[in-house]
């Protein structure tokens, strides 16, 4: 099992729809949780962190945290196709304070 | 401003060559990181300096050394580098271990 999985994707949303990403870890006792956006050939760029659990809004990102489910999320309203890129969800290990990456989703809105 | 600065933003070298990446952030954050990043993988964590002081070395050939001169700044040292060293070499820093990591925008390096 992966320390932190997420469905590689293609994620494809029309335009103004809602993205939805997903994330799943297996360290019960992480504490922190990260989504980074990263564009072909860019360095990755935090978008959102949430530490408790239920929702965290920030504009047109929303995470989402469940520790029971050991699952966070990302939503991502009015998707627009500049959005279009890889998402990675990271996970900070709580025995090691390592930052633990997913494979990322890669999003595409079309116009 | 939230920055960390990478020089050089690409970097070509043989495998004979000694070059140096460098890293520099201004934000008094107190741990440092380089990862490397192929092509359509996330990010490897290589090393991390935690106030200064090298904290993880995830098992990472000889080859690289790196080096932490002050609480600003970062190096990665390279020498004798294989082709498949080719990658994106990220610096990143966060205001504390565990914290949340801000990135550079990388160093591309071409190993020939």
């Known amino acids: 099992q992966k320390e932190v999985e997420q469905n590689s994707g293609p994620l494809s949303v029309p335009e103004g729809a809602i993205a939805s990403l997903n994330c799943t870890y297996s360290?019960?006792?992480?504490?922190?949780f990260f989504w980074y956006r990263q564009y072909s050939g860019k360095s990755p760029e935090l978008i959102m962190f949430?530490?408790?659990?239920g929702d965290k809004e920030d504009g047109r990102f929303t995470a989402q945290l469940n520790k029971a489910s050991q699952y966070v999320s990302l939503l991502i309203r009015d998707s627009q196709p500049s959005d279009s890129a890889t998402y990675l969800c990271?996970?900070?290990?709580?025995?090691?304070?390592?930052?633990?990456f997913g494979q990322g989703t890669t999003l595409q809105v079309k116009p | 401003d939230t920055e960390v600065t990478q020089t050089p933003k690409h970097l070509v070298m043989g495998m004979t060559n000694k070059k140096s990446l460098k890293c520099e952030q201004h934000m008094g954050h107190r741990a440092m990181y380089w990862y490397k990043q192929k092509a359509k993988k996330p990010p490897e964590l290589m090393f991390v300096y935690s106030y200064e002081k090298l904290s993880i070395n995830e098992s990472v050939p000889s080859r690289f050394s790196p080096e932490c001169p002050n609480s600003s700044l970062l190096n990665l040292h390279l020498h004798a580098l294989q082709p498949e060293d080719s990658a994106l070499y990220l610096c990143?820093?966060?205001?504390?271990?565990?914290?949340?990591?801000?990135f550079g925008e990388g160093s591309r390096l071409t190993v020939l």
């Open positions: 360290d019960r006792g992480s504490q922190s």
């Open positions: 949430i530490y408790s659990n």
């Open positions: 990271a996970v900070i290990k709580s025995n090691t304070g390592k930052l633990i």
């Open positions: 990143a820093s966060s205001p504390h271990w565990g914290g949340e990591l801000f």
